[in-house]
């Protein structure tokens, strides 16, 4: 297949959505990608029935031409669609996020992934999306690693938080979105945190994460023990709280009461 791109467009995504959560994250990427992105969209059908034999009753008869194809699935029957989708844009390379269990069960995944596998088509299942990075993706014990310079292009920009901050006088002066969520909630909550004292920047980020609204599982996850949204959560406050570290206030040490000094020596002694 030829390559038909405009000169000044060097990275084509597709992304496939059909609800909200799709939506958002579709209208994220097309606003903030860099300027030699083209981004186009296909809304699929809401409804698709579980099982799909012919995959062509539900596709157009073609799709723009991609690099990468963004599955944003509500419904299980989208990731029987994706194999068709890819070879219809030519796309050579996917990612499959997981917000939600229910959109893309582990067992679906497993076949997608061997079915784009056959096709020679390196994939990603982010679980949640905002854990992908240039090199893994998935929160431990579940990282993952992968190595695809389409994949990594993309998770350059989108994926895993990544952020710049600056503090003055013990407020968050600056905060520079190095990498944002796909979804956009990394550049909101970076707005806000503006003025912050630095003290309650990682507490404020996670009720500023839930308010957005991350639109993550609240069901627990298997492999997390968690709800996916709380994993989410978790992961933007873990990096906000790397990158303020040498701002934050000691956490004072409370002597137990009517422990003398001498005493309190010994039992550190003790405990060694």
């Not at 944003?72 to 917000?99: E, Y």
């Not at 299942?125 to 431990?140: G, I, V």
């Not at 020596?265 to 405990?271: N, P």
């Amino acid at each position: 297949m030829g390559d038909d791109r405009p000169a000044e467009v060097d990275f084509r995504v597709l992304t496939i959505f059909q609800g909200q959560w799709g939506q958002r994250i579709s209208e994220s990427i097309q606003q903030h990608a860099p300027q030699d992105w083209s981004v186009e969209s296909w809304t699929a059908p809401r409804i698709l029935p579980p099982i799909i034999d012919d995959p062509q009753d539900f596709l157009p008869e073609s799709f723009p031409p991609a690099d990468l194809v963004l599955a944003l699935g509500d419904v299980p029957g989208l990731a029987q669609l994706v194999p068709d989708i890819v070879r219809l844009s030519g796309a050579r390379a996917a990612i499959a996020p997981i917000d939600r269990n229910e959109s893309l069960p582990a067992g679906l995944a497993r076949q997608l992934k061997q079915w784009l596998d056959d096709m020679g088509i390196p994939s990603v299942f982010p679980k949640p999306f905002c854990s992908l990075s240039e090199t893994s993706y998935n929160r431990k014990p579940k990282d993952t690693g992968y190595d695809d310079p389409l994949i990594r292009r993309f998770a350059e920009h989108f994926g895993k938080p990544n952020l710049r901050i600056e503090v003055v006088e013990g407020k968050i002066e600056k905060v520079e979105v190095l990498r944002d969520a796909a979804c956009g909630c990394t550049r909101y909550v970076a707005e806000r945190l503006i003025g912050t004292a630095v003290d309650e920047s990682v507490d404020e980020a996670g009720m500023l994460h839930h308010h957005y609204p991350c639109l993550a599982s609240m069901n627990k996850d298997q492999d997390y023990l968690d709800t996916l949204m709380h994993v989410s959560g978790n992961i933007l406050q873990d990096v906000l709280k790397d990158e303020v570290r040498g701002h934050l206030s000691p956490v004072p040490y409370l002597r137990p009461h009517g422990l003398s000094e001498d005493e309190e020596k010994e039992e550190q002694q003790t405990d060694d």
